[in-house]
Nanobody, 117 residues
Framework: QVQLVESGGGLVQSGGSLRLSCAASGNIFSIYDVGWYRQAPGKQRELVASITGGGITNYADSVKGRFTISRDNAKNMVYLQMNSLKPEDTAVYFC???????????WGQGTQVTVSS
């Protein structure tokens, strides 16, 4: 089992940058695929970016070229570097981990990102 705690959200102007962090408890973090999701008011939760235990990344079309996901398995950390932020990026961002064998899914509590125009 793993517990996830996000941090790094806040208020930023359009065009600015933020770096989200996700700290995971437990051990053998590399056996989890990890992703960042977001949910805006009145909208469904959507995948922003994901990274496998081996480092293969995937991005939503809306953030390609602006966001970068990375992980440090030794520190049990996942990051989301967000550049060139737009007002439509405003949402609660959630960290997600999926055990690669058991397929158990874990979520963090979320961190608010607000981009002002």
């Amino acid at each position: 089992q793993v517990q996830l705690v996000e941090s790094g959200g806040g208020l930023v102007q359009s065009g600015g940058s933020l770096r989200l962090s996700c700290a995971a408890s437990g051990n053998i973090f590399s056996i989890y695929d990890v992703g960042w999701y977001r949910q805006a008011p009145g909208k469904q939760r959507e995948l922003v970016a994901s990274i496998t235990g081996g480092g293969i990344t995937n991005y939503a079309d809306s953030v390609k070229g602006r966001f970068t996901i990375s992980r440090d398995n030794a520190k049990n950390m996942v990051y989301l570097q967000m550049n060139s932020l737009k007002p439509e990026d405003t949402a609660v961002y959630f960290c997600n981990a999926v055990h690669i064998l058991e397929r158990a899914v874990y979520w963090g509590q979320g961190t608010q990102v607000t981009v002002s125009s």
